[in-house]
């Protein structure tokens, strides 16, 4: 069935007008049905596909330009947590039958712009149609130095575990757009609301991160479903990970929302859309990877470690109380 209407372009026209300006070299200006890229001598791709959907990853009203970062970003964070360089990526943007070309031009050029500061032309992709909510899926590539991508379960015994950046910010910022008139929200101060609202809509991919993965991590993954639960997935059937909450990394925003609400720290500790950089090290590593990073202008943390035995992951408050989380991450289903 035809879905033009006379006040849009077509498809071809759409592609020619937005997207086309984004292609990277092998897309042939996105006139063909396929791309092409070579990988670098000596080095293995590295692929991964990620989708977000109105009303589940992002409030359809959201800035376009932030969606478009966020659809990148989300998936460039996977590339990141292999220890992986961007290439390029595919995109298929499923729109809703309200789509604007307003819309749409504000989508692209947010979306060049993300591309173009995380080093990641667009290849190519497919622009459809969809009778329910709109979605953006994207497909990255990057590639790594042959035979060293850093897996996720590959973590030993004895190795501590580190988190980049702070967690639970981007969790507290949801909570923050679905409760905007609760008590401990009315008692933030505009700076705390903002940081919390951009960590939500303006995820971070760690990149800067991937050569230090590769040097010093056993085994990497990024925190998009919250910190408990990708941490039971990156343990499990290796040992049991013990994390002392008092060490998790917590920035002053998300400090002030947790004084002020306290149960809101389970919020930070399991919810998602952190995209910060989780990972095992080796004890006798720990110190050089916190100094690199640190060099490249990313903090890293150390929380916890890998012991013996299993189970879900054990969180050690300051009184030496252990908790878990039975429902430690975010689930689709």
């Given at each position: 069935m035809s879905g033009e209407r006379p006040d849009r372009p077509?498809?071809?026209?759409?592609?020619?007008?937005?997207?086309?300006?984004?292609?990277?070299?092998?897309?042939d200006g996105l006139r063909d049905d396929a791309a092409s890229l070579t990988p670098r001598?000596?080095?293995?791709?590295?692929?991964?596909?990620?989708?977000?959907?109105?009303?589940?990853?992002y409030f359809p009203a959201d800035p376009p330009g932030s969606i478009a970062r966020k659809a990148l970003g989300v998936n460039l964070s996977d590339i990141a947590a292999k220890g992986a360089a961007p290439?390029?990526?595919?995109?298929?943007?499923?729109?809703?039958?309200?789509?604007?070309?307003?819309?749409?031009s504000e989508f692209s050029a947010?979306?060049?712009?993300?591309?173009?500061?995380f080093g990641c032309?667009?290849?190519?992709?497919?622009?459809?149609?969809?009778?329910?909510?709109?979605?953006?899926?994207?497909?990255?590539?990057?590639?790594?130095p042959a035979g060293s991508i850093v897996r996720r379960r590959t973590a030993r015994v004895g190795d501590r575990i580190c988190v980049s950046g702070t967690i639970g910010d981007a969790a507290l910022g949801l909570a923050l757009r679905l409760a905007p008139e609760a008590p401990w929200a009315a008692a933030l101060d505009t700076e705390t609301r903002e940081h919390l609202l951009?960590?939500?809509?303006?995820?971070?991919?760690?990149?800067?991160?991937?050569?230090?993965?590769?040097?010093?991590?056993?085994?990497?993954?990024?925190?998009?479903?919250?910190?408990?639960?990708?941490?039971?997935?990156?343990?499990?059937?290796?040992?049991r990970a013990e994390v002392a909450?008092?060490?998790?990394p917590l920035s002053e925003a998300?400090?002030?929302?947790?004084?002020?609400?306290?149960?809101?720290?389970?919020?930070?500790?399991?919810?998602?859309?952190?995209?910060?950089?989780?990972?095992?090290?080796?004890?006798?590593?720990?110190?050089?990877?916190?100094?690199?990073?640190?060099?490249?202008?990313?903090p890293v943390t150390a929380i916890g470690t890998v012991l013996g035995g299993d189970g879900a992951p054990l969180f050690v408050t300051e009184a030496g109380a252990s908790r878990s989380f039975a429902a430690g991450s975010y689930s689709h289903f």
């Open positions: 077509g498809e071809d026209a759409l592609i020619a007008r937005y997207f086309a300006p984004l292609a990277g070299e092998g897309a001598p000596g080095h293995d791709l590295v692929l991964t596909a990620d989708a977000i959907v109105a009303g589940i990853h290439r390029a990526y595919l995109l298929t943007l499923g729109l809703a039958a309200d789509w604007t070309e307003a819309w749409l947010g979306l060049a712009e993300a591309a173009a500061a032309p667009l290849l190519g992709g497919d622009t459809v149609r969809t009778a329910g909510a709109a979605f953006i899926n994207v497909t990255a590539l990057g590639d790594v951009d960590r939500y809509l303006h995820p971070r991919p760690r990149l800067a991160l991937a050569p230090l993965l590769r040097r010093h991590a056993s085994a990497a993954m990024d925190v998009s479903d919250g910190l408990a639960g990708d941490l039971a997935k990156m343990t499990g059937g290796v040992g909450i008092a060490e998790v998300a400090r002030q929302v947790i004084a002020a609400e306290p149960a809101l720290l389970d919020t930070a500790l399991t919810g998602g859309d952190d995209y910060e950089i989780l990972c095992t090290v080796p004890p006798a590593e720990v110190e050089a990877f916190a100094a690199e990073a640190a060099a490249a202008g990313v």
